[in-house]
């Protein structure tokens, strides 16, 4: 069993001089507690969660006209995270074998198993079950609806389904990513309409390259896995290749937005401006492996991040424009 610490790095079985055995033991209570609360929180994945939300308010904004109400908001931000928390919680139930292989994954709590299967796959159905009933009961039925589709796609089409036998994983897998976009816009307006369509084409043809070049870090790690990402059934120029084709497909649908939605002149120059700086970093790629650079030394993690900053403006500005109007 790992010997948890807490902040000062006194272990569990550590004697401390002078404190008595009641001391110790709420001591050491108290130590578990917070570690199994760590544990369910990573089941989460807290990161990825963050980039969800980083699309989710710019819409509610862009679907009011201005700011939205500011309870709807807190509502749906909640249920949100509830809902992308569950589907999480039970990828690292369905992923528990691969995760414990991989880098990257292997201190994850099932990994680690500082969480049992069964204890993370209540967890997760419970979280998927509140999110869902609670967006029904204060926000409404359709932001209800897409909150439990991209959990039950998320689920059994990507988890189950995509993930460990095509190279396609992420680009159909990547619809549940997509989704908040659309629960965001309904959350505000009870209805649909092109220009959350098209911000859902934004996020779907962004998520390859953005998760093709993570995966060239780790290729090793997935390969060892046997998840057949396509960096690692491709090589390196045609994966660039690929992601550079999807990068321009994003920076184009950013630019059908501007007349879709009404967009002001702020807009249309933000999508371009980031679109070539997104697209100047997918172009150093390729012409760094078409000049026989390989491996770490082709930095695909710049891209990544990158790719990160350029979607958190992008959505920043989709937020700020109808302020002006």
Same mark, same amino acid.
């Given at each position: *069993?790992? !010997?948890? #610490?807490?902040?000062?790095?006194?272990?569990?079985?550590?004697?401390?001089?002078?404190?008595?055995?009641? %001391?110790? @033991?709420? +001591?050491?209570? @108290?130590?578990? !507690?917070?570690?199994?609360?760590?544990?369910?929180?990573?089941?989460?994945?807290?990161?990825?969660?963050?980039?969800?939300?980083?699309?989710?308010?710019?819409? *509610? $904004?862009?679907?009011?006209?201005?700011?939205?109400?500011?309870?709807?908001?807190?509502?749906?931000?909640? $249920?949100?995270?509830?809902?992308?928390?569950?589907?999480?919680?039970?990828?690292?139930?369905?992923?528990?074998?691969?995760?414990?292989? *991989?880098?990257?994954?292997?201190?994850?709590?099932?990994?680690?198993?500082?969480?049992?299967?069964?204890?993370?796959?209540?967890?997760?159905? %419970?979280?998927?079950?509140?999110?869902?009933?609670?967006?029904?009961?204060?926000?409404? =039925? *359709?932001?209800?609806?897409?909150?439990?589709?991209?959990?039950?796609?998320?689920?059994?089409?990507?988890?189950?389904?995509?993930? /460990?036998? &095509? #190279?396609?994983?992420?680009?159909?897998?990547?619809?549940?990513?997509?989704?908040?976009?659309?629960?965001?816009?309904?959350?505000?307006? @009870?209805?649909?309409?092109?220009?959350? $369509?098209?911000?859902?084409?934004?996020?779907?043809?962004?998520?390859?390259?953005?998760?093709? &070049?993570?995966?060239?870090?780790? /290729?090793?790690?997935?390969?060892?896995?046997?998840?057949? +990402?396509?960096?690692?059934?491709?090589?390196?120029?045609? !994966?660039?290749?690929?992601?550079?084709?999807?990068?321009?497909?994003?920076?184009?649908? #950013?630019?059908?937005?501007?007349?879709?939605?009404?967009? #002001?002149?702020?807009?249309?120059?933000?999508?371009?401006?980031?679109?070539?700086? $997104?697209?100047?970093?997918?172009? /150093? =790629?390729?012409?760094?492996?078409?000049?026989?650079? &390989?491996? %770490?030394?082709?930095?695909?993690?710049?891209?990544?991040?990158?790719?990160? %900053?350029?979607?958190?403006?992008?959505?920043?500005?989709?937020?700020?424009?109808?302020?002006?109007?």
């Amino acid at each position: *069993m790992t !010997v948890l #610490s807490n902040k000062l790095g006194v272990e569990l079985d550590d004697q401390v001089p002078g404190a008595p055995a009641a %001391v110790l @033991e709420p +001591m050491a209570a @108290e130590r578990s !507690v917070g570690a199994s609360v760590r544990a369910y929180v990573a089941l989460t994945k807290p990161r990825v969660i963050e980039l969800l939300l980083i699309t989710t308010i710019p819409v *509610m $904004f862009l679907a009011a006209g201005g700011v939205p109400p500011l309870g709807t908001v807190l509502l749906t931000l909640a $249920f949100g995270t509830m809902s992308a928390g569950a589907a999480n919680a039970i990828n690292c139930y369905i992923d528990r074998d691969i995760d414990a292989k *991989m880098r990257r994954t292997r201190r994850r709590p099932l990994a680690r198993e500082q969480v049992t299967p069964a204890r993370a796959l209540v967890f997760g159905v %419970v979280l998927g079950v509140v999110s869902t009933v609670g967006f029904a009961l204060t926000v409404n =039925l *359709m932001a209800a609806a897409g909150s439990l589709f991209a959990i039950l796609f998320y689920i059994f089409v990507y988890s189950l389904l995509l993930k /460990r036998r &095509t #190279s396609q994983n992420v680009v159909w897998g990547g619809i549940a990513g997509c989704m908040p976009v659309l629960i965001g816009w309904t959350a505000i307006t @009870e209805s649909l309409a092109w220009t959350p $369509f098209v911000l859902f084409g934004v996020v779907f043809l962004w998520t390859p390259p953005h998760t093709w &070049t993570l995966a060239m870090r780790y /290729r090793e790690d997935y390969a060892v896995a046997k998840v057949p +990402m396509l960096p690692v059934v491709a090589g390196e120029k045609r !994966v660039i290749g690929e992601s550079l084709v999807y990068t321009y497909a994003t920076v184009i649908c #950013s630019l059908v937005l501007w007349p879709v939605a009404g967009m #002001s002149p702020l807009y249309g120059t933000a999508a371009i401006v980031l679109g070539l700086v $997104f697209l100047a970093e997918g172009h /150093r =790629l390729l012409r760094a492996v078409r000049a026989g650079v &390989t491996g %770490v030394h082709l930095r695909p993690m710049r891209f990544f991040h990158l790719s990160n %900053v350029y979607l958190a403006l992008l959505f920043t500005v989709v937020a700020i424009d109808p302020l002006l109007h």
